[in-house]
């Protein structure tokens, strides 16, 4: 599956450099938001922050070897590991997920121990503790069920997977949610992005030994911020795939974009279509008390996912080609809805 996927992509490199795309790399600002500022995405020797501040993490010196002689080489790449956001209301059990691939051909990393660590932000006395560890089965992930006797508390926690190996690893946020709580969903693709095929063209210009950086709409961050402002939280749905994930958190940090929580595809959903991806998704949090106020996308496989998780026409709001139709609210631009939004 991963492979046909990676397949699809290099073939997409190869068009672009036959048809002359330029890559350029975009500069950002480091600029603070107004909040502490918290580290979400790491590769080695590199760090990039997200919102909410964890303490200095005191990691365990690396074991600088593997389990698996095969494994060796790997540490001559650079990690893509994922952790995947979750959500879950305060009745049920909690899970945590994390894969763990190196270099551009995302090789899968097998048979290592993952240490796992969190920190709540709730908490009243936050720290860094550690879990418990797990090895990583032959696709590279782990699959840890917490304890009930450890079960995280209303809010978001952070959790670290950290690899024993070499001292790489993947943070996940988990927020723990009440019977209610409203949250206003955001696409990336096309949505956040100038189009659809930005993510296909950092993707490849990786592949293809190039730098670029997805280009987001002009004043995409600062609509997300009203609703943080306004109390609100935050869903990234995306329907990348759940390999594209450390790019994409990566993108949302650099683009300085509100906290969040970012899914993406998992395995099974791959080859579904959008729509039901989406529509599935939204109806599974929506079972667990996420109340949507609102929801943003740019496609027609937005819109109808919206309108299945129940949505209203009024709370449905769309950018580019598609905006308008199906009685939803158009958007121009962004700068021009933010003013529509802070006149109401």
């Given at each position: 599956m991963k492979k046909k996927l990676l397949f699809l992509f290099i073939l997409s490199c190869l068009v672009l450099a036959n048809t002359s795309v330029s890559f350029a790399f975009q500069s950002t600002s480091t600029a603070s938001t107004k909040e502490a500022l918290s580290k979400s995405y790491s590769s080695r020797n590199q760090t990039h922050y997200y919102n909410l501040k964890p303490g200095n993490f005191p990691p365990p010196k690396p074991t600088e070897t593997f389990n698996n002689w095969w494994n060796y080489p790997l540490v001559n790449h650079t990690p893509h590991h994922n952790g995947y956001d979750k959500i879950f209301s305060q009745y049920e059990s909690q899970r945590?997920?994390?894969?763990?691939?190196?270099?551009?051909?995302?090789?899968?990393?097998?048979?290592?121990?993952?240490?796992?660590?969190?920190?709540?932000?709730?908490?009243?006395?936050?720290?860094?503790?550690?879990?418990?560890?797990?090895?990583t089965d032959y696709?590279?992930?782990?699959?840890?069920?917490?304890?009930?006797?450890?079960?995280?508390?209303?809010?978001?926690?952070?959790?670290?997977?950290?690899?024993?190996?070499?001292?790489?690893?993947?943070?996940?946020?988990?927020?723990?949610?009440?019977?209610?709580?409203?949250?206003?969903?955001?696409?990336?693709?096309?949505?956040?992005?100038?189009?659809?095929?930005?993510?296909?063209?950092?993707f490849t210009s990786e592949l293809c030994d190039e730098l670029y950086q997805s280009k987001a709409y002009p004043g995409a961050q600062d609509v997300v911020k009203y609703y943080v402002d306004r109390g609100y939280n935050i869903i990234y749905l995306t329907a990348r795939p759940y390999w594209g994930s450390d790019l994409s958190r990566k993108w949302l940090i650099e683009k300085e974009f509100p906290f969040g929580i970012l899914h993406t595809k998992y395995n099974e959903d791959t080859f579904e279509e959008n729509d039901v991806y989406k529509t599935n998704y939204l109806n599974k949090i929506i079972n667990k008390g996420v109340h949507i106020e609102r929801a943003y996308g740019n496609a027609t496989t937005d819109i109808d996912a919206y309108y299945s998780a129940g949505l209203y026409s009024s709370q449905i709001f769309i950018i580019g080609e598609n905006s308008g139709i199906a009685n939803t609210v158009p958007i121009s631009t962004y700068l021009e809805h933010l003013e529509t939004l802070n006149q109401n």
């Amino acid at each position: 599956m991963k492979k046909k996927l990676l397949f699809l992509f290099i073939l997409s490199c190869l068009v672009l450099a036959n048809t002359s795309v330029s890559f350029a790399f975009q500069s950002t600002s480091t600029a603070s938001t107004k909040e502490a500022l918290s580290k979400s995405y790491s590769s080695r020797n590199q760090t990039h922050y997200y919102n909410l501040k964890p303490g200095n993490f005191p990691p365990p010196k690396p074991t600088e070897t593997f389990n698996n002689w095969w494994n060796y080489p790997l540490v001559n790449h650079t990690p893509h590991h994922n952790g995947y956001d979750k959500i879950f209301s305060q009745y049920e059990s909690q899970r945590v997920e994390g894969k763990f691939h190196y270099g551009k051909s995302r090789k899968d990393l097998e048979g290592e121990w993952i240490s796992i660590y969190v920190w709540s932000f709730s908490s009243e006395n936050p720290q860094w503790i550690k879990y418990g560890r797990r090895k990583t089965d032959y696709d590279g992930r782990i699959y840890f069920n917490i304890p009930e006797d450890k079960r995280l508390p209303l809010g978001i926690s952070i959790v670290r997977m950290y690899v024993e190996g070499d001292g790489t690893f993947a943070d996940s946020y988990i927020q723990i949610i009440r019977d209610r709580e409203d949250f206003v969903v955001f696409d990336i693709d096309g949505t956040l992005t100038l189009n659809d095929i930005e993510f296909v063209k950092e993707f490849t210009s990786e592949l293809c030994d190039e730098l670029y950086q997805s280009k987001a709409y002009p004043g995409a961050q600062d609509v997300v911020k009203y609703y943080v402002d306004r109390g609100y939280n935050i869903i990234y749905l995306t329907a990348r795939p759940y390999w594209g994930s450390d790019l994409s958190r990566k993108w949302l940090i650099e683009k300085e974009f509100p906290f969040g929580i970012l899914h993406t595809k998992y395995n099974e959903d791959t080859f579904e279509e959008n729509d039901v991806y989406k529509t599935n998704y939204l109806n599974k949090i929506i079972n667990k008390g996420v109340h949507i106020e609102r929801a943003y996308g740019n496609a027609t496989t937005d819109i109808d996912a919206y309108y299945s998780a129940g949505l209203y026409s009024s709370q449905i709001f769309i950018i580019g080609e598609n905006s308008g139709i199906a009685n939803t609210v158009p958007i121009s631009t962004y700068l021009e809805h933010l003013e529509t939004l802070n006149q109401n």
